[in-house]
């Protein structure tokens, strides 16, 4: 390396530049797969092709085709996009002490979240330079996103934004070394749309093998059969007046199609329903349901830590007002339509006597959708003597920005270690606690490194690490009375089952 060149890499598809400072240097923009344009649109990615010379890495890479978030969201959740065809990119931070890269270093794999539909590597707050800094190569990934990596077609694959990120693992395995990761020591890391993925990358026999811990920060196990999944598909075909139809959709005009998946997937809602992308179990790259998979013990000497923030559901809710417009007849109907119990619901009644209507709708749906699943899979975990560790979290600082609190994606930028960009104090303000970001970075690099975040593993007692309000603290059992009220459900509904057997 000379200092006016920035350093160079030499990977099994030839050399890249990147550029370095402050003993990290960044390689952006590098492809793992081919641009998926063409005939390869709505194909399995084909690994990249070879080139001579070296290669500029010095920028962001093309981001998947979407649309920005819809007000207020989209200033709270900064999401750049740029142009281009070979989305199938990622980005690389690691080490660098002038001379070259390090060796035998942990790898992390970052998979960005936004319901399938939002989100790339290049969003700032996925700013890798921390964790380079102290000893890890991080790696950031793009995959197709909405139609064109979630779409169901009778003539295309399934999942394909799936198998991208499976592609970019298998790009990691073959090249990380040149950076100075350890192929053998690879966590992978997602949050919301990206812990969904993880979570299917646990159970899936395309991944096997290619990374050795998972963190699923803010998603639970979920996939949806594919006769259900394809409804999301249908919807935007009607409205987009063609076959549903891999072929019909690849002739479609792209802004036409962008415009046709935002109508029909914009209401939807996880807690009452509607059009939405989901993995499918397909057979294949999901052979089955990934709960019930990882509850029967696939992925048993993965490490795996897990954790929500105490009040994910702020972030949909507060903006939007619902917070202010459910009163108790409101919550009642949506809680019917969402199928929560209605013992379930006094529980959380009797314990929050001063928060709002919607509020305490809104605690039911974080745990019905994540803090439950989550507790119910480290404890299948234990139950069924998992070798590797299991480990759970909860972020509970509280935002001052709009009354958000400890809103969903709040936590990213403590992970990270990025508060001091503006794109983090978007959603943090500009006084968030940088102590508990050290710890919190801290925490992801010691798991990602030896497999242990700081506190003892999962087991009967129920030890949560929660990160917030104050200083980072184990907690046992956390709010038991209401998560109990969900497990009494199952055991009545199975009682129920064993009696008329």
Aim: hydrophobic residues 45%; proline residues 9%.
């Amino acid at each position: 390396m000379t200092a006016d060149r920035g350093p160079e890499v030499l990977t099994r598809y030839g050399a890249l530049r990147g550029a370095a400072a402050d003993g990290v240097a960044a390689f952006l923009g590098v492809p793992y797969a081919r641009p998926p344009v063409g005939a390869l649109r709505f194909r399995p990615p084909e690994p990249v092709e070879p080139w001579e010379g070296v290669r500029e890495a010095t920028a962001f890479g093309p981001t998947a085709p979407k649309r920005a978030y819809a007000p207020p969201l989209d200033a709270l959740l900064p999401d750049p996009e740029v142009a281009g065809d070979g989305c199938l990119n990622l980005n690389v931070w690691a080490p660098w002490d002038g001379g070259g890269p390090g060796a035998g270093l942990p790898v992390m794999v970052w998979i960005h979240g936004g319901s399938l539909v939002h989100g790339s590597s290049a969003v700032p707050v996925y700013d890798g330079t921390a964790f380079a800094r102290d000893g890890v190569v991080l790696v950031s990934v793009n995959y197709r996103l909405g139609i064109e990596g979630f779409g169901v077609f009778p003539d295309a694959p399934a999942n394909l934004g799936l198998r991208d990120q499976i592609a970019a693992l298998t790009w990691v395995r073959d090249c990380v070394a040149a950076f100075g990761g350890d192929p053998g020591r690879v966590t992978v890391f997602g949050e919301s749309a990206g812990a969904v993925s993880t979570a299917a990358l646990l159970t899936s026999p395309l991944a096997e093998g290619l990374f050795h811990r998972a963190v699923v920060q803010s998603g639970a196990p979920v996939a949806l059969p594919l006769a259900r999944a394809r409804r999301t598909t249908r919807a935007i075909a009607a409205r987009l007046g063609v076959p549903a139809t891999a072929e019909a959709f690849a002739g479609v005009d792209r802004d036409r199609l962008l415009a046709a998946q935002t109508e029909v997937t914009g209401k939807g809602s996880p807690l009452t329903g509607g059009h939405a992308f989901q993995i499918a179990v397909d057979g294949d790259v999901v052979p089955r349901d990934p709960a019930e998979a990882l509850a029967d013990g696939a992925s048993a000497a993965v490490d795996l830590l897990m954790g929500t923030t105490t009040e994910e559901y702020r972030l949909w809710f507060v903006p939007s007002g619902v917070t202010d417009r459910v009163g108790p007849l409101v919550q009642r109907l949506l809680l019917r339509k969402a199928k929560v119990p209605s013992r379930t619901a006094r529980v959380y009644r009797a314990g929050r006597p001063r928060e709002k209507p919607g509020e305490v709708l809104g605690a039911l749906a974080t745990d019905k959708l994540l803090r439950v699943p989550l507790n119910a899979l480290a404890d299948a975990r234990l139950r069924a003597g998992a070798d590797a560790g299991t480990y759970l979290y909860e972020f509970g600082w509280r935002s001052p920005v709009l009354d958000l609190g400890a809103c969903h994606a709040l936590e990213l930028g403590f992970v990270f270690d990025t508060l001091d960009l503006p794109e983090t104090r978007a959603l943090t303000g500009p006084d968030a606690p940088r102590e508990l970001a050290a710890a919190m970075h801290a925490a992801w690099v010691s798991f990602a490194a030896t497999g242990d975040p700081g506190w003892r593993r999962w087991d009967r007692s129920r030890p949560v690490m929660t990160f917030g309000p104050g200083l980072p603290s184990v907690v046992e059992a956390p709010r038991e009375a209401e998560r109990r009220a969900w497990e009494d459900r199952v055991r009545r509904r199975e009682s129920r089952q064993v009696t008329s057997g």
